[in-house]
Structure formats: structure tokens, C-alpha cells
């Protein structure tokens, strides 16, 4: 196999800024072809100074700008600043460009061997509700920019790539379906859930349904909270934490004012993981989810899952054989969480053979060895 010198562009990582998922996906990705003999250079934001990390040297700047956009683009320039300061000497091999935050930096550097990886779309991520916006436009006049500018294209999931080729007109034969994977053991660890959910206020015998993820609409959290209305007619001993901040935190909280709830914002990892070690059940109610790496992350913990039957979960869920998949509706979100809160055995059955479907499809090594199928498309 050959070994690339590879520039990654994207906005966000684990060892600086991180906004969600992506910087999950991006930093293993990274690591992982550091592990495979290929040398990376990451660029992102941060505000600490340049450095390595599992052997990925990280690049940071500080962009600034009035919104989102002309922030991204002026992200976009200084990254190409310190990529070429580095390229004079290193040559790079491949120029790997992740959402539309760096197209301005496709844009500049476009003659180059480059891959754009879409992990969602602007549309996934609001649908229609912000269609005459006019940063819904422009991002999404990026997002198509991007694919037609950059020599391949890789998406996430199967459904992920239907729909960038829908939308922006991405040919099939163009683009490549890599999924995104999961480091089982950092999700796994050994506590006392009854500790942990006394930690909460919660009963240690109380069964515990976990929602963890950004509160906005694309993800779904008003569904499961009106979906916890209904499953509190049931259960009234089930106990509900929400991990997780975003634009609808207020609006939820108003929602969940007489429900045992507790909205507990943003969350460090450690405690993440405690809580999900110490979860029942984990619910993923998205409207849209391009991938999903919270199914991954509870399979490792071999916890049992309800979620939308949509895009990556969709796909990768095998419904009452790892995970229970619902409509996106509260009504069918509060079928399948009382189904695992009747039969928690079968929860446990669920997300143990979750946990061998990550060892068996969603480990890193042969992703990034698909991945890097593609680059050799590109460099040839």
C-alpha cells in the first residue's frame, strides 16, 4: 500500500474547538492513517499553539467574521496561509477537505489532488424550516460548490450519498460511501450505575433513558420529550436524562416542566461515559442523522437503542436483533422505549449483539483502508 502525505481541513477537532460528532470522526480518521504509515497534517481552529498528537501535527488558527459564513471563509484563508508554508517543504499528497466550513479552501487550492467528505447536508441538518435564510442558502450553495469542484467525494452512509447526489448533482461514479467508525473501548468502563444515577437524584432500581446530543431539530429532542409524556403514563418510575445543550433548551425545558426530567447541558467525556454505562436504554430520535455515532458508542457499551428509522440509522440497525427502529414521531418513539422498559433483558441482549456488529463493521482500521481506496483513485 502506499503511504500519502495527507493535509486534512476541517473546522473542528478533539484536542482544541469541537462542536459535535465531527470532530470525533475527523481526529480517528486521522490517527488511524497516522497508525497505517501515512503522514498527517491537520488544520483547524484552535487558540493553543501547533502540535502533535498519536503523531497527527495539528495546524491552528483564529478566524474571525460578522456570521458563519465569512467566519468559515476566513478560517478558509488562513488555513491555506499555513498549509502553504508547510507544502513548500512536505509536498502533500492528498488534500482532504471534511463539510462545507473550508470550501473556500477547496476553492483556492482546487488544482490540487483533493477529496470532500460529506458528513450531512445543510438540508439534513434544518430541512425546510430555514429555506429562505439566507445563510441556509449559502451554505448549501457551498455544500454543491464543493462537490463540484472536488476531484471525489466521499459520504458517510448510503442514504448520506443519495442525497448529495439529489441535491447538488454529485455523479454516482464519483463518489464513495466511507463509513465512520468507533473506538469501542473508550465507551465501555466498568461503574456502579446505581452510584452514578444516585448522582442524579435518580433511584439506583429506576430504570434510566439517556438522550444525548446537540438540542436542536434535526436531532430530534421535542419528539423524545413528548414521547417521554407518553411513556410516563406507563412507567412511572422511568427517569429521563438529556445530555446536551442548543437552541432548544428553553423551549424544552418549558415542555418538560411537570416530567421527571433532567436536562443536564453539555457534558464532559468521562462523564458521558458514565452516564451511558449507567443508561437503560439510549434513544436517538433524529429527524435526519447522516451517520448516527451515538449508536456506535452505546453499541460499545452494549446498550440497548431506540431510534428513528432514518438515514445511517436506518442502515446500520437491524431492528429486534441490535436495536428497536421507530417513526420519528413521539407516539412511535414511546412504543419502542416502553418495549425496552417491559423486556430490560432483551434490552441487554440488543446492544451486546450491537457491540459485535461495531467489531465486525465500524472498527477504524478497515474504514481508513477503504478510504484510502479513494485516495488512490484520486493520486493515480
Known amino acids: 500500500m502506499d503511504s500519502f502525505k495527507i493535509a486534512f481541513f476541517c473546522w473542528e477537532s478533539m484536542y482544541a474547538e469541537r462542536v459535535g460528532g465531527l470532530a470525533n470522526a475527523a481526529t480517528n480518521l486521522a490517527e488511524t492513517l497516522v497508525k497505517q504509515n501515512h503522514d498527517v497534517h491537520f488544520f483547524t481552529r484552535g487558540s493553543i499553539p501547533d502540535l502533535t498528537v498519536n503523531g497527527v501535527q495539528y495546524h491552528y488558527c483564529q478566524p474571525a467574521g460578522k456570521n458563519i459564513v465569512e467566519y468559515c471563509d476566513d478560517m478558509s484563508r488562513r488555513m491555506v496561509d499555513q498549509f502553504r508554508s508547510i507544502d513548500s517543504q512536505l509536498k502533500f499528497d492528498v488534500l482532504h477537505f471534511h463539510d462545507w466550513h473550508p470550501i473556500q479552501a477547496l476553492h483556492i487550492l482546487q488544482d490540487r489532488n483533493t477529496i470532500l467528505t460529506y458528513h450531512s447536508t445543510?438540508?439534513?441538518?434544518?430541512?425546510?424550516?430555514?429555506?429562505?435564510?439566507?445563510?441556509?442558502?449559502?451554505?448549501?450553495?457551498?455544500?454543491?460548490?464543493?462537490?463540484?469542484?472536488?476531484?471525489?467525494?466521499?459520504?458517510?452512509?448510503?442514504?448520506?450519498?443519495?442525497?448529495?447526489?439529489?441535491?447538488?448533482?454529485?455523479p454516482d461514479e464519483k463518489c464513495d460511501v466511507v463509513q465512520n467508525g468507533v473506538v469501542p473501548r473508550q465507551y465501555r468502563t466498568e461503574i456502579d450505575p446505581g452510584e452514578v444515577k444516585k448522582a442524579y437524584g435518580i433511584h439506583p432500581f429506576a430504570p434510566l433513558v439517556l438522550f444525548v446530543g446537540r438540542l436542536v431539530y434535526q436531532k430530534g429532542p421535542d419528539l423524545f420529550i413528548e414521547a417521554v409524556r407518553q411513556v410516563c403514563h406507563y412507567r412511572w418510575d422511568a427517569k429521563i436524562v438529556v445530555a446536551g445543550d442548543g437552541g432548544m433548551m428553553q423551549y424544552l425545558r418549558e415542555r418538560a416542566r411537570d416530567l421527571p426530567v433532567n436536562f443536564v447541558g453539555y457534558i464532559p467525556d468521562s462523564e458521558y461515559i458514565r452516564l451511558l454505562n449507567a443508561a437503560d436504554i439510549v434513544v436517538i430520535p433524529s429527524r435526519n442523522e447522516p451517520f448516527g455515532l451515538v449508536l456506535l458508542e452505546a453499541w460499545s457499551a452494549e446498550k440497548g437503542v431506540v431510534a428513528s428509522d432514518v438515514g445511517g440509522l436506518s442502515e446500520n440497525i437491524d431492528s429486534f436483533v441490535n436495536g428497536i427502529k421507530t417513526d420519528a414521531t413521539p407516539e412511535s418513539l414511546a412504543w419502542g422505549i416502553n418495549t425496552l422498559l417491559t423486556e430490560p433483558w432483551n434490552a441487554g441482549a440488543l446492544g451486546m449483539r450491537g457491540r459485535k456488529k461495531v467489531d465486525r463493521m465500524f472498527l477504524w482500521g478497515p474504514i481508513v483502508q477503504r478510504l484510502t481506496d479513494t485516495y488512490s483513485r484520486v493520486v493515480a
Open 122 to 170: 445543510e438540508y439534513g441538518r434544518n430541512g425546510n424550516q430555514y429555506g429562505d435564510w439566507w445563510e441556509f442558502n449559502e451554505i448549501s450553495g457551498k455544500e454543491w460548490y464543493g462537490g463540484l469542484i472536488a476531484k471525489r467525494v466521499t459520504a458517510v452512509s448510503s442514504t448520506l450519498k443519495r442525497e448529495v447526489m439529489q441535491l447538488y448533482n454529485v
